[in-house]
């Protein structure tokens, strides 16, 4: 995975942590019998490296918990689910 020096913007969000990463994460969701595809941006921080499975699995998960479960916009659907996970760019604090 190629790492990034840390910009502003990706401290403010960064809660502190070493390492930063912004995903966007592809959600199928159906609703009577219609499929779509939404896209949302979740980023997600650590104070360890993550490995790609690591970070897909956080990702998904957060995915579930902090978008799908906290959201009524998606509260009309009747099937939701995550169809991919794309990494967009990963930051390191430490990197100068």
């Known amino acids: ?3 990034y020096p840390m910009i502003e913007a990706a401290e403010h969000f960064s ?3 070493r390492f ?10 159906t609703k009577d019998k219609q499929e779509e595809y939404i896209n949302k941006k979740l980023k997600i921080n650590s104070d360890i490296e993550l490995s790609g499975d690591e970070l897909l699995n956080q990702a998904i998960n957060a995915a579930q918990v902090d978008i799908v479960s906290k959201h009524d916009e ?3 659907y ?14 390191d604090r ?3």
């Not at 930063?20 to 969701?29: A, E, P, Q, T, W």
């Not at 009747?78 to 930051?91: K, M, N, P, R, S």
Request: proline share 0%; hydrophobic share 50%; glycine share 6%.
């Open 74 to 76: 998606f509260k009309i």
């Open 20 to 29: 930063s990463y912004n995903v966007i994460v592809n959600l199928r969701v």
């Open 1 to 3: 995975m190629q790492y």
């Open 78 to 91: 009747d099937e939701i689910l995550v169809a991919g996970v794309t990494l967009a760019v990963a930051y």
């Open 94 to 96: 430490d990197l100068k």
């Open 15 to 17: 809660e502190g942590k």
